[in-house]
């Protein structure tokens, strides 16, 4: 699974992100030790001193850390810390797009861990990109703090369950936020 995370298929390496997070929670609650073990790796991956480039890398730890909640109280700060400029943010853009999703990912199960997120999530909502303004306005949503309203029609793709839906920017607001709030999304 992990062999498949720098793919350049995105629906590929979403994918190999959520399978690898399922085994990663399954392999944790068999063995605490083994899991705290995989998301050092994952994070290893990411430091420069490691020599790889860590595509997917972020969306795999967020889906470890969304599906093992131990794993979420121990490393959801160093997940968000990806994001978040003041902290540990990855500086390659495409990188960093991953750190937005991963985060995106963790708040739907994680909002209280992921809220360190606000600040940069809501500097985020007039970003040039449509994903990083679709993810910013979702990510908002999931901790409970309602962006403003927009007429942004762009459309942006957020990978949920297993596959990517597509959703106007301004959607966010009103079609996901009812879904957000059901906990159906």
């Known amino acids: 699974m992990l062999a498949l995370l720098p793919d350049p298929e995105p629906l590929t390496r979403a994918r190999a992100a959520t399978l690898a997070g399922i085994t990663a929670a399954r392999l944790t609650a068999a063995n605490l030790e ?17 020599g790889g480039i860590g595509w997917g890398v972020p969306e795999t730890m967020a889906e470890t850390l969304a599906r093992q909640p131990t794993l979420a109280a121990e490393f959801g700060s160093i997940l968000v ?15 960093w797009l991953g750190a937005a999703c991963a985060v995106e990912r963790f708040a739907r199960t ?19 990109s449509v994903e990083v303004r679709g993810l910013a306005r979702l990510g908002l949503l999931h901790v409970g703090r309602a962006p403003t309203p927009t007429d942004d029609r762009e459309e942006f793709a957020v ?13 966010v607001d009103s079609e996901l936020a009812a879904q957000v709030r059901s906990g159906s999304f």
């Open 159 to 171: 990978f949920v369950g297993w596959d990517y839906r597509r959703f106007a920017v301004g959607d």
């Open 81 to 95: 810390s990806y994001f978040t400029p003041t902290e540990n943010q990855l500086e390659l853009p495409e990188l």
């Open 34 to 50: 083994a899991g705290r073990d995989f998301v050092r790796r994952l994070g290893w991956m990411l430091n420069e001193e490691s």
């Open 110 to 128: 994680e909002p209280e861990r992921a809220a360190d997120a606000v600040v940069e999530w809501q500097r985020q909502r007039e970003h040039p």
